[in-house]
């Protein structure tokens, strides 16, 4: 699908509460936030990885609530600048879930990475406005998505695999 | 603690009326709006005092005001600004965000209630309709008093027969759920989830997440305040009823889709719980009727369908957060009541409520945008609230049944949305600071 230039169909904006919403695309819904990282602040986003990483193997479904399928995270230079790439494919627009992000980043000690950009609002964790108009502030939509599987939610994926494990097992109990 | 002194007492309790009017009010001068509210002040009562009285009294008045109105009482500008966007724009402003689109559109509302001269809501609720007429007297006296006040609109509000339990005209028993506050007095009743902490609903007090953030300016205006979003909906009660006749064979069959509709049979016995026959005794006992859940108790919606009323509007387990997406909820049923056996009339009637909490964009607009709106809520694909939901003919409801689910295609819209608008409602001392002129 191919997206005009803004990140939106002119004819056809739904409003999330925050503004309006980016449009659903076969790849569904989803983010690229680009932004300048504090210098020096390399070594606080890989140990961030770290924690990140620890804490779904403690618990596996920390996430559930984002319905995400994937998130992609990029560090990377231009000039001897170093920039950060944040990458989400979600079922759900950004905007609708926005609070219980923030509340989860917040609650659960990973925290966000994002007090390490430039430009991050301080007071985000009782600010979502501010929150919400960092990431929109960074946010470069895409002019085009691709999706092999086009508009599947996370869900009906899990579901479907979940029918897979089930037939096996089927068959297993037929052998 | 909890200012029982200071917060008005529809925060925390429900007057025990028949009848009550809302009155929405103008003021064309600072002195008037300020004089006017003086000459009301004595009989807006605190919870504290409402507690204290409640076998007595024969009226519960309460005041609030828009952000429009707190300008017009003289509030400066920069506290103004203070206040949270949402507020500020107004309900009308959110229609897209609401969902109030089509034939729900602010442009299709009565009362004057999308215009800037709105600036106050007075409740009046009353044991009965004869004291109504009483206090509405007192008050047209109190308002003649300051000319410069003005009656925009108003709308009586009345229980409907049968009177022993409260419910609406499609039925369905209605106040059984109500978020208990930490520091109240309340205990919370089986299964509803616990003690919320007070600065879910009132402004000054830790929340969920912490200590109170970015109150508005000056605290003394803040301190003891709430939102309240006032929603007119009406109820096309002759629509609702050859919807079940259409679609249910039976009597029994037809209350059964009733009950799949809200999550709760018309009793108000909840599904989860009484998944095939209705369960009047259970719906009536408040230590049972709250006592269930979703994703452990009915994670296929096999009782209760994902997208019914009250399993969108309170996912219980089911949601993430969820004890930073509650409300309180107030109101009463307006217009007449249509017997069972009476053709619809054409009459107006419906429900006149208001939904309290500390932050209109994260609770009630959540609700309206998310929960009750979001086509794909729980992955349903075509489906809003089919209670509240912006209806529009073209969306289906699904009820997952073994071993195949029924799906009904082209609901309509049972309720249409009539007015509305967001107010602030202070605590006593505010009240006469506002009063007094800042
Ligand atoms: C004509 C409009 C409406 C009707 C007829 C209606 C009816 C009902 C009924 C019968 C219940 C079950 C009784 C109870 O749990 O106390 C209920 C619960 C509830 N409703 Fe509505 N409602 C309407 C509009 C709304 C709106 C606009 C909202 C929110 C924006 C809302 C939010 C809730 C909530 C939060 C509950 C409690 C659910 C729970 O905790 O399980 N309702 N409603």
Known sequence: MAIPEGGFFPDDVEYGRYGPIFPKTPACYGFTIVAKIIPGREEVFREHGRTLEKAIKEQPHLLAPLQLHYLRWVLFEIEGATYFMYQGIFDTDFDKYTEDAVDLFSQSGISTVFENLEGFPADWKTNPAAFVEFVRAHHRPSFLEYGEYPYVSADEIKKSLRVKFLLSDILDQMQ | ?438
């Open chain 2, 1 to 438: 603690m909890l200012d029982l002194d200071d917060i008005q007492y529809i925060l925390l309790n429900r007057a025990p009326a028949r009848a009550g009017r809302y009155e929405f009010l103008s003021f064309h001068s600072a002195a008037a709006g300020r004089a006017w509210l003086s000459a009301m002040l004595e009989q807006v009562q605190s919870v504290a005092a409402m507690r204290a009285s409640i076998a007595d009294e024969k009226r519960w008045v309460t005041l609030a005001f828009t952000w429009h109105g707190l300008r017009a009482l003289g509030v400066d500008e920069a506290s103004l600004a203070t206040f949270p966007e949402e507020f500020r724009q107004g309900m009308a402003a959110r229609a897209a965000i609401l969902g109030d689109t089509g034939a729900n559109h602010p442009d299709h509302w009565v009362g004057d209630l999308t215009r800037p001269e709105l600036h106050a809501i007075v409740l009046l609720f009353t044991r009965d309709v004869a004291d109504r007429a009483r206090y509405q007297e007192e008050h047209a006296g109190t308002r003649a008093d300051f000319p410069d006040t003005e009656l925009l609109s108003a709308i009586d509000v009345e229980a409907i027969p049968p009177f022993d339990y409260a419910h609406d005209h499609f039925g369905y028993r209605d106040q059984l759920t109500n978020p208990a506050i930490e520091g109240s007095g309340d205990e919370p009743t089986p299964g509803s989830g616990g003690l919320l902490k007070p600065g879910e609903f009132i402004l000054g007090y830790p929340d969920e997440l912490g200590p109170p953030a970015s109150l508005p300016q000056p605290e003394l205006l803040a301190r003891n305040g709430s939102y309240m979003a006032y929603r007119r909906l009406q109820e096309h009660v002759g629509k609702f009823r050859d919807f079940l006749a259409e679609h249910g064979e039976t009597p029994a069959e037809q209350e059964l889709l009733a009950a799949k509709l809200m999550g709760r049979w018309r009793s108000g016995a909840p599904l989860v719980l009484a998944p095939d026959k209705d369960d009047p005794a259970l719906g009536a006992d408040p230590q049972r009727n709250n006592d269930f859940n979703y994703a452990q108790a009915d994670p296929h919606g096999y009782a209760v369908p994902l997208g019914a009323h009250i399993r969108r509007v309170n996912p219980r387990d089911a949601a993430a957060s969820m004890n930073r997406h509650r409300m309180i909820r107030r109101g009463a049923t307006y217009g007449p009541h249509l017997p069972d056996d009476a053709p619809e009339d054409g009459q107006e009637r419906g429900v006149a409520a208001f939904l309290l909490c500390a932050s209109l964009i994260r609770q009630f607009e959540f609700a309206q945008n998310v929960w009750i709106n979001d086509k794909n809520f729980h992955e349903l694909g075509n489906e809003r609230d089919p209670i509240v939901g912006t209806q529009d003919g073209t969306l289906e409801f699904k009820i997952p049944t073994r071993p195949i689910r029924r799906r009904i295609t082209g609901l309509p819209a049972f309720t249409t949305v009539r007015g509305g608008a967001y107010f602030f409602i202070p605590g006593l001392k505010a009240l006469h600071w506002l009063a007094a002129g800042g």
